[in-house]
């Protein structure tokens, strides 16, 4: 019997009409699909894709431990990993739900890297909350020559300033208990007034508001913008 | 009578199957679609939708010229936004097919800049690119704490260089003539091993294959990806 092939999907950043049709017709045709979820939780990839997922498709949830160590997650991903790969064994093409873009800050390059060298492996890319920040925000990313620079929060202060100062299109992720700490290295940059903060970008529980305005505690999805651009006109 | 709604409309990196599910339910239902093109050639945009755009549909092509001087575009968007603008104030909505995603590199931050003071306008946003050519070349972009760069080839030497040794994950765009100045750059940082080259992701003519087998000159929709990544187990 061939092996199945695994499918890693982006879902994009929430909206479940940013899902591509790639990732729709895929879903809606699998067998199997797998999806990661933070133990105790519902799965957020899972609800994105949930009125795409026909009945009776057969569902791998891996529970992932909220642990800042990674040996407890990197176990789950074991497990998952063995679970997909006996699917894929018994002949069945398995989806892996993604929130956003797989490879982009995403678990699924986890299983990756677990399974790619024995199975099939193919990356649907995604709608990256980048973007879809940059467009509920209106707010333009880049344009020309301009560079880009994409940061996570717990990155060290002076990390923080040099990267953003360097660049004329940043966004900074996963903020959380790390907005205050974020808010004021931007502030020391002089770059307050051109931040935009976003949260759940394209949810009904969306909130955008100048960084200014923005609260000092923010959920991990959520980003502030910045963009230095110059006029747009051309 | 109410103005339309004008749509900047992300479509993806080539695939039409990447164009999301309400970027092909606004194409599919507009009365008015717009797109750029390079003078004398087809727009690429057009071509990724045309599969979704319905007989009848009214089409604003405009008409970019090719130039590195801005003034000549800078009128071509003048008239483009114009007559976007009159079919907005006679009660159409308008949908502008964007290549990749509206505010990434995106042309469609013109029209913008000319229309959103007076009209209503919605930026769908669509896969970039930049994850395209990730899951193309299997290789993550970013994972954790690590930092995402994107640089545009026509940035001087000593920028690129800088930019790319303060990064984890990198994207050099828009090679064009600036492939070999770029490939130089990246050897000089002992990073060749580590970078892949993907001409038109995600088309039938793409081209992936490491830095090193690379052409000497690269057409515009090409992208070289490093990754200097940790250890993706966890």
């Avoid at 990674?70 to 018994?90: E, F, H, M």
């Avoid at 209106?138 to 990390?159: F, S």
């Avoid at 790390?178 to 020391?188: E, L, P, W």
Wanted: net charge negative.
């Amino acid at each position: 019997m061939t092996d199945g092939t695994l499918y890693g999907v982006g879902l994009g950043p929430g909206d479940p009409e940013l899902v591509t049709l790639k990732a729709a017709r895929l879903i809606a045709a699998a067998p199997v699909v797998a999806y990661p979820a933070l133990a105790g939780a519902d799965s957020f990839a899972r609800s994105i894709a949930a009125g795409l997922i026909a009945p009776g498709t057969r569902e791998i949830a891996m529970e992932i431990p909220m642990s800042t160590e990674r040996v407890p997650a990197q176990a789950a991903y074991d497990r998952g990993a063995g679970d997909i790969a006996a699917a894929l064994t018994a002949g069945d093409n398995v989806v892996c739900l993604c929130e956003g873009d797989p490879f982009f800050y995403g678990s699924f390059m986890y299983l990756y890297a677990r399974l790619a060298d024995r199975f099939a492996v193919e990356v649907v890319p995604g709608v990256t909350s980048l973007t879809a920040c940059a467009a509920r925000a209106g707010r333009p990313l880049a344009a020309r020559n301009e560079r880009v620079t994409v940061l996570p929060a717990p990155l060290p202060d002076h990390v923080l300033a040099e990267r953003i100062a360097g660049a004329d299109g940043v966004a900074v992720m996963k903020l959380g208990r790390h907005m205050g700490r974020v808010r004021a290295v931007i502030d020391s940059l002089g770059l307050t007034a051109r931040a935009t903060y976003v949260e759940r970008a394209t949810l009904d529980n969306e909130v955008l508001c100048p960084l200014a305005e923005a609260p000092d505690v923010a959920p991990y999805f959520s980003m502030i913008l910045i963009t230095k651009g110059a006029d747009p006109w051309l």
